[in-house]
């Protein structure tokens, strides 16, 4: 019942584009139940508001990208491990729908930073002009510069916990110490077994002496 209800309140969130009740209603929230799919016409059990767009198989990320909900989609990858990577039943991912959404206006960027480069644009347009261009292309820049942010700060280890993370630190250093450890254990017995060897039998000296 309590993971029914957090499920309605995210819902509830995404459609009032409120990210704090969002975080309320999935509080420690493992990636697991933040990336639930849309399933028979619900997300996690719960029926879909109908103000709210959706296709089949959407993670609750999808929905925030598909209904312009900025600020869901903020929280949901900076703070609640949504994975952007994650595909629809119609094989969409959050961040191919990021690069869609931000090519049309990151094309006309690139062609009009290109115009800049011709001295005749730049005397057309003047410095104001420039400035605006530049201006206009920043958030296009900004929109694709963040979907690479996603796909990579989605990766599984971008994902692992800090605690888990330095868990498998230490036993990395850990192993390394104990193979060290045997290394100048084995060099030890060679060493030792070397000295036993040449310890045998009577020195050169004390064969020539007794002769």
């Known amino acids: 019942a309590a993971m029914a209800a957090n499920h309605a309140a995210a819902l509830e969130a995404l459609r009032d584009n409120d990210p704090e009740?969002?975080?309320e209603a999935l509080p420690g929230a493992k990636p697991t139940a933040v990336n639930t799919r849309v399933e028979k016409c619900k997300?996690?059990?719960q029926a879909i508001p109908?103000?709210?767009t959706w296709e089949d198989g959407d993670t609750l990320l999808h929905m925030a990208m598909r209904n312009q909900k900025w600020h869901i989609k903020r929280v949901l990858v900076a703070e609640l491990d949504a994975d952007a990577r994650l595909e629809n039943t119609g094989g969409h991912t959050p961040v191919g729908m990021?690069?869609?959404a931000s090519a049309p206006r990151f094309g006309v960027a690139l062609l009009m930073l290109a115009a800049l480069t011709y001295p005749k644009m730049m005397e057309y347009l003047g410095g104001a002009g420039a400035i605006c261009v530049v201006v206009f292309s920043m958030p296009a820049m900004a929109d694709m510069t963040l979907a690479v942010r996603w796909y990579f700060n989605s990766a599984p280890d971008a994902k692992e916990p800090n605690a888990r993370k330095a868990e498998r630190q230490q036993r990395i250093e850990e192993e390394k110490r104990e193979?060290?450890?045997q290394?100048?254990?084995a060099d030890q017995q060679l060493h030792t077994g070397g000295a036993d060897k040449r310890g045998g039998g009577p020195a050169v000296s004390e064969v020539v002496m007794f002769a």
């Open 21 to 23: 009740a969002l975080k």
């Open 43 to 45: 997300w996690g059990g």
């Open 50 to 52: 109908d103000d709210l």
């Open 98 to 100: 990021q690069l869609s």
């Open 179 to 181: 193979k060290k450890a």
């Open 183 to 185: 290394r100048g254990k």
